[in-house]
């Protein structure tokens, strides 16, 4: 499934949006090749939120808060986990983790990531929630995990109290 099947709007002129040189630059500083659903994500919508909740990173050196940047996010993850703030179960182990290639955050906390070492085009996608939520798998690529925040699933992925997030994306300027 592309992620132009998942039924995206965008509220504005996309912003930030890379250049492959930008793309071969993430790839060579995570050592990990970007999956092919999110490279045509970033190369189509650019630097935007999506449902007012959740922030892609994108790779390009433009921006402050790119995956490169991001990837602090992992580390971040491995101490919540040590705090008993976030929990491995269901789907999670600390070796996975210590892989994890994060991609994006929510304004509440809630991080995506794929496993670094996936050899997977677009390899599964994984959420790691804060109160007990743990470590679940979202979907495959990039467009099952849009289509896992913007369903029912919503609630077992990002907590009981969301419902489907709406698959509208709104650009972020380089100033924020």
Known sequence: MLVADVGLSIDGAPVCVPAQADVSWAESRLGFSLPDSYVE???TWGRAVLSDLVYVFVPT??????????QSQRQATLSDIDAGIAELEPDGSV???ER??????????HRFAWDGASQADDPVVYVVGENA?????????????????CTQASRQ????????????LKPLPMRE
């Open 100 to 109: 994890f290639v994060m991609f994006g955050i929510s304004f509440n906390g």
């Open 41 to 43: 994500y970033v190369s």
């Open 157 to 168: 992925l990002l907590g009981p109290g969301y419902g489907p997030l709406h698959p509208q």
């Open 133 to 149: 939520l743990g470590v679940r798998s979202v979907g495959v690529g990039f467009s099952g995990f849009v289509n896992g925040v």
């Open 95 to 97: 070796d996975l983790v």
């Open 61 to 70: 050196r433009a921006v402050p808060d790119n995956i490169v940047v991001g």
